[in-house]
């Protein structure tokens, strides 16, 4: 009875193995990011969030693409770093025989940069009998309330104190996202945490003026990006004269730059895995 | 007699002759250095100075502005960003047709060996067009003065060269007599790439500077990553090894952003051990300070004597003082006050990108070789001083007075103040754009009230604000954790 019972649970265990390895999980799940130059701020963000995603897909290969030429460029240049650009990590997979994808973008909004790469990965459609493509970190009202979770645990704030997450920005018509997380963060009961982005709205003219309309005792600012890399460091907390923090401060606001990518947040990682089951489930 | 005298004549006239023909052909150096074989193993002779010269290399253009030559430039490289005027001069690049090099019709177009070696084709055509080509570059710190005197001698300013490199190397021993008189000496670790976190080699340009800045290498000794090459393998397990042992940890950014910044390296596993990282000591130097042969390697071997010993170095004494403040004096003040770092654009593309306030470089009355060009730049680009710009030059107006408002708002924005326990009460408090600039100094008694007032407008003694400043020291900004 007893052989019988193990050969029985054999043959289940090898159905459910297959089940989830054959019908869901695809043979590789390619994460695609804007790319940073900056080696440790990539350790903790980018392959961080790599990491996690294999370990929670251990039946797929995790594979890499950056959107970013110049940064592709540089890291070849300076570090002979091979990063495949998202064409070329297409090609790859093709010459590899790989039939079923997925695809997880890093990246914050449904922007340019996730349009273009869209383009890029499904002018292979025809070479695989499926692709799929897990959206960016703001998609649904879902995910926006996900990372007003995750932003309040990681940033807890007295009363009196305020936090400025700064965000990209961009002119494609996703830039509404920055002002939709703005007011569900108001909504949400956190009249002083605040959006404002580098390149598009609210720009930060709009922001300083409401933030010194709360006279906080404090200012924290920290980047609504995945990397902390160059707008981070340079943009955000540089020392120069027209970075935040330095505008702040001349606005006569107590401010403390904090330098931590999103990527480096567990809740991040996980709701990028969440998108790739998401999508997995998918017909 | 007449025979006689002729024959007299004739010798002494011989004689005139042989010593001048001496001294054209060998005997006097001046005459001897008017050729020379370049680094390309070129013969280069120079009959007259060149005035149509385009720099394919930026210490080369560099170099030629020190010498009081930039006029003679009609064009550069585009790395050429300093002084500023070098980033307006027309651009050629050695990766392009050399057409257009030729259509410059430049009398001498000087270059390196990396570009001979990399495009010997630009440099082939260039020569078959009858362009002077010189190439040059000092392989080690021992050759710069060569390397120095030629581009003195190809643009006919050797005297210049002569007092520019006595001065320099005075400067530099000079630097290394203080340092070397400090009996507790600091160890550093240079990182030159974050990439394997590599150093430099002892022989290297960076290696030097730390020796002349007083320092002691933690990583002394270190095997060049391929043969000749000024960077060094080392390795995060030979820097965690010696952790407790480095008390300054400086890293090298340029155009690559090679090494990694304060915050980059503080999150590196295990790197919170290393002793510089918990002390704060963690400084990035522009690469174009250590590792450039240009003069400006003395203000890199002064700025890492700064990191190294601040206190010694960084010496107010000359501003205790009660003459009223200019606000050259107040740049002074909190350029050694607060131990900032010099700053100096790092990308080649500054000059493209749009600035919302002042451009390095551009102040018409701070020019480049101004003495306290690094102190007055690095505190306006921090935006510690207001500028008045009404104007359409860029003016910083180094004499007019300081005031106690300036002062409290320089202070403010570079340092980071904790909540106060009790704020303290302030008669004049709304005479103030910026009311919390003053109440912060008021709190934390970093400048005294006069009967309950701050008197923002009131006129500073260069003492008074290095008072205020020392005052201030417990505040001063530190890397976000």
């Known amino acids: 009875m007893s052989k019988f019972f193990s050969l029985f649970l054999g043959v289940l265990m090898i159905a459910l193995a297959f089940g989830s390895a054959a019908a869901e999980a695809p043979e590789v799940i390619l994460v695609i990011s804007f790319g940073t130059s900056y080696n440790d701020t990539r350790a903790v963000t980018i392959d961080a969030i790599e990491n996690t995603i294999q370990e929670a897909f251990p039946d797929s290969e995790v594979r890499r693409a950056f959107t970013s030429q110049i940064i592709i460029d540089k890291l070849a240049d300076r570090d002979n770093l091979v990063i495949d650009t998202v064409t070329q990590a297409m090609e790859r997979l093709v010459a590899d025989g790989v039939k079923t994808l997925v695809v997880q973008p890093t990246h914050v909004i449904n922007g340019y940069e996730y349009d273009d790469l869209a383009a890029e990965v499904y002018a292979f459609a025809d070479q695989f009998d499926s692709i799929k493509m897990g959206a960016p970190l703001l998609s649904s009202t879902e995910d926006y309330l996900k990372i007003i979770d995750i932003i309040k645990a990681e940033y807890p704030l007295e009363n009196d104190e305020a936090l400025v997450l700064m965000g990209h920005g961009t002119h494609h018509f996703a830039n509404a996202a920055y002002a939709a997380l703005d007011y569900m963060f108001k909504a949400g009961g956190s009249p002083n945490i605040f959006i404002g982005t580098v390149e598009g709205y609210p720009e930060l003219d709009i922001v300083l003026p409401a933030v010194q309309a709360l006279n906080p005792t404090t200012v924290y600012l920290a980047p609504l990006m995945v990397v902390a890399g160059d707008h981070a460091n340079n943009d955000l907390a540089g020392d120069e004269a027209d970075s935040w923090k330095t505008i702040f401060k001349a606005a006569g606001l107590r401010t403390e730059p904090v330098l931590r990518g999103m990527g480096e947040f567990k809740g991040v990682q996980q709701l990028y895995i969440e998108h790739i089951k998401a999508v997995i489930s998918e017909n | ?481």
Not at chain 2, 128 to 141: N, R, W
Not at chain 2, 303 to 310: C, D, G, N, S
Not at chain 2, 462 to 470: K, N, R, S, W, Y
Request: hydrophobic share 40%.
């Open chain 2, 1 to 481: 007699m007449h025979l006689t005298n002729r024959k007299s004549n004739f010798f002494a006239l011989m004689l005139t002759m042989a010593v001048c023909l001496a001294a054209v052909f060998g005997l006097q150096p001046a005459a001897a250095a008017s050729s020379f074989v370049d680094d390309d193993g070129r013969e280069v002779t120079v009959s007259a100075p060149f005035e149509r010269i385009i720099s394919m290399y930026s210490a080369h253009t560099e170099n030629l502005y020190d010498l009081g030559a930039g006029d003679t430039l009609i064009g550069a490289h585009s790395t050429s960003t300093f002084p500023a005027a070098a980033a307006f001069l027309p651009r050629y690049d050695y990766n392009a047709d050399p057409e257009k090099v030729i259509a410059a019709d430049p009398d001498l177009v000087i270059i390196r060996p990396f570009i001979s070696k990399r495009n010997p084709e630009f440099v082939e055509a260039l020569e078959t067009a009858g362009i002077q080509v010189v190439s040059l570059y000092p392989e080690k710190f021992e050759l710069f003065d060569d390397y120095f005197r030629k581009l003195a001698l190809l643009t006919g300013n050797e005297e210049t060269a002569e007092q520019i490199l006595t001065n320099f190397h005075q400067e530099i021993q000079h630097i290394s007599d203080v340092t070397a008189a400090i009996p507790e000496k600091q160890r550093v670790f240079f990182e030159s790439t974050d990439t394997n976190l590599r150093t430099v080699t002892d022989d290297s340009m960076a290696g030097l500077a730390i020796q002349l800045a007083g320092g002691i290498n933690v990583a002394a000794g270190a095997e060049p990553t391929t043969a000749g090459s000024s960077i060094a393998s080392f390795g995060a397990e030979r820097i965690l090894e010696n952790a407790d042992e480095i008390d300054v940890y400086i890293s090298q950014r340029g155009a690559m952003n090679a090494g990694g910044n304060q915050h980059t390296i503080r999150i590196r596993p295990g790197f919170q051990t290393i002793k510089a990282v918990q002390d704060g000591r963690i400084y990035v130097i522009n690469e174009k300070m250590v590792s450039s042969p240009n003069l400006r390697f003395l203000t890199g071997v002064r700025e890492i004597a700064r990191y190294l010993y601040p206190e010694v170095m960084d010496d107010l004494s000359s501003w205790q003082t009660d003459t009223s403040a200019t606000r050259r004096d107040l740049a002074n003040i909190i350029f050694h006050a607060d131990h900032l770092p010099i700053y100096t654009p790092s990308s080649s593309k500054y000059y493209e990108e749009d600035h919302s306030g002042h451009v390095y470089g551009m102040f018409e009355d701070i020019p480049w070789t101004d003495a306290d060009f690094d102190a007055i730049e690095t505190i306006v680009v921090r935006g510690l001083i207001e500028l008045d710009e009404t104007g359409e030059v860029e003016r910083f107006n180094p004499d007019e007075p300081v005031t106690r408002y300036d002062t409290a708002r320089a202070i403010f924005i570079s340092h980071t103040f904790p909540e106060p326990d009790s704020a303290a009460a302030v008669s004049d408090l709304s005479a103030a754009d910026h009311p919390a600039f003053i109440q912060a100094m008021a709190d934390f008694g970093i400048m005294d009230l006069n009967d309950g007032a701050f008197e923002p407008d009131r006129v500073m003694t260069c003492g008074e604000i290095v008072d205020a400043f020392l005052k201030a020291q417990p505040y001063l900004s530190k890397e976000a954790e």
